[in-house]
């Protein structure tokens, strides 16, 4: 994780053709989990849809393992993937906008995030639905609070990014990690 900074601030606004794109592959894979029924494997649903050619971008991703899966660079530069988190990973991007699109979630989730008064939130998380991280947000899909959280819990999402992150990933500051554990009763991971 680097110490300090020195990227240019990427915050920008995500395309139609990229909502339309994630709509598109969400609007698929809740098809496939209607047809399915019991037998439902998310992340198998998950993995016909992106094989499709119509969700590719300019190379066919890498779809095999447990993930994450790059999916590629979409037409605006910014990069794609297919991310399975098992645990919780609280964490910011100083200098880069993150957009987040949840799948699905084994057990339920929410998003964790500070709000523009400095006061700690969490969103329930929603299959399909949006969380945009500003530059320098902190944030973390956490099991739901006061849930009991199954062994197998996992969130899936598709992440579009301007960067590679590895550049642009910090950890929270004790601030921070006070207002989680505030909200979430537990104490914050260490960071990635």
Do not use: C
């Amino acid at each position: 994780m680097p110490d300090r900074v020195t990227l240019p601030v990427l915050d920008h606004e995500l395309a139609d053709d990229e909502l339309q794109w994630m709509k598109s592959v969400y609007a698929d894979f809740s098809k496939a989990r209607a047809a399915a029924g019991a037998e439902f494997n998310p992340k198998e649903a998950l993995r016909a849809v992106l094989e499709r050619e119509e969700y590719h971008f300019s190379v066919a991703p890498d779809l095999t393992g447990p993930g994450p899966w790059r999916l590629g660079q979409n037409r605006h530069g910014r990069g794609v993937a297919a991310v399975f988190l098992p645990k919780v990973e609280l964490h910011t991007h100083i200098a880069s906008r993150t957009d987040q699109f949840p799948m699905y979630v084994v057990g339920e989730a929410e998003g964790f995030s500070i709000d523009e008064n400095g006061k700690p939130v969490l969103t329930p998380v929603i299959d399909g639905g949006h969380f945009h991280n500003a530059p320098g947000a902190p944030h973390a899909f956490v099991p739901k609070v006061g849930m009991p959280k199954p062994d197998n819990w996992e969130i899936a999402f598709i992440a579009i990014t301007p960067r590679n992150l590895k550049e642009d990933t910090h950890r929270v500051s004790e601030e921070v990690r006070a207002l989680y554990k505030q909200v979430v009763g537990q104490d914050a991971p260490l960071g990635v």
